[in-house]
């Protein structure tokens, strides 16, 4: 009995050594070593980005109201389109607007057909 308690004993002392040595936290994000000018630019491209990319969806009359209400997320210069659409071509085709003003490598249409 003595054995099994000093055997437990140690694996926790082992445990707990091996988790003290081990960094869980995630790492830090590029901006933390970016100056706030930079990091401001970046903010500002990606604000320009997204209302450019909202005017055109917006100025399509062809596209419904969910359509036209899709997120944009803009971040380091990538556009994540997100919410409800009508129809596939519909989704397409705000792909197309986003690309249109952003580059083809730089967006990702998460949106769904609601149909």
Sequence with gaps: MKNTFLIVAL???IEIGWAAGTDTRTEQSS???KTADQQAMS???DTDLTRMIRE???ADDSLSIN???VKIITENGRVYLRG????KAERQQVERLA???AGKTQVVNETVISK
Excluded at 84 to 87: C, F
Aim: without cysteine; hydrophobic residues 40%; positive net charge.
């Design 43 to 45: 903010s500002q491209r």
């Design 84 to 87: 409800p659409v009508e129809s």
């Design 56 to 58: 055109k969806i917006v």
């Design 31 to 33: 901006t933390a070593y």
């Design 67 to 69: 359509a036209h209400n």
């Design 99 to 101: 690309k249109g003003v």
């Design 11 to 13: 694996l926790a002392v």
